[in-house]
């Protein structure tokens, strides 16, 4: 490839290889020269894609975040607030160990410059959003949604990282993810027998996805 020439692939190419180093070795195991050669073009090609390596660090930071975004995005909002709370969930499980290279990479280089700690919080504005629809349905007692997101991201990352550890299987994470959901929604004021239906209706929304 000419590295006068923003061929799409090659980015995407070098924004994966760079969180994968980043993701198994650490920020120091990613260098220009190292990953031009696994990806098999020139360093120049970073310069034209990126203006070097400190914005591709933050690439794949936005990249990241961005497929997160998308996950959740995707799911539809219904009249059973609790349901579609289980499947935001869902969604950053399975993003998470779909993308486990970018997973580990957003969270584990941190922000390059200080701007940079703005990247991803719409994603967390969204988990808001699914709690505070709860809220306003009654489902869940008088709260702050910010504190009730951040105790269900906060249950919701460890899973996600003790699968990617290897400490839980799939199966182990799936059923430690439902539970863990299904007693903080009772903690946070909502019917055990409500909150039963709405597990139920979001796994028949998974089934027929």
């Not at 650490?26 to 050669?37: I, Q």
Request: aromatic share 8%; glycine share 10%.
């Amino acid at each position: 490839m000419s590295p006068k020439t923003a061929d799409a692939s090659v980015r995407i190419a070098l924004v994966e290889t760079a969180a994968r180093l980043i993701a198994t070795e650490g920020p120091s195991g990613l260098t220009l020269r190292r990953l031009a050669d696994e990806v098999g073009t020139s360093t120049m090609a970073v310069y034209t894609h990126f203006g070097g390596m400190t914005e591709l660090r933050r690439e794949v930071r936005r990249e990241g975040f961005a497929r997160l975004g998308a996950a959740l995005t995707a799911v539809e909002l219904t009249g059973d607030t609790v349901a579609d709370l289980v499947l935001l969930g869902w969604a950053y499980y399975s993003n998470g160990t779909t993308n486990p290279n970018l997973y580990r990479a957003m969270f584990m280089d941190g922000p390059v410059g200080d701007g940079d700690a703005e990247v991803g919080l719409e994603t967390f504005d969204q988990l808001v959003g699914g709690v505070r629809r709860c809220l306003d349905s009654g489902r869940f007692g008088p709260a702050d949604p910010v504190v009730l997101a951040n105790q269900l991201w906060a249950a919701t990352h460890g899973i996600v990282t003790l699968e990617l550890a290897h400490l839980l299987s799939g199966a182990q994470a799936l059923e430690c993810l439902q539970q863990t959901a299904f007693n903080l929604f009772k903690a946070f004021g909502d019917d055990p027998r409500a909150a039963g239906r709405s597990f139920a209706s979001a796994q028949r929304r998974l089934a027929a996805s």
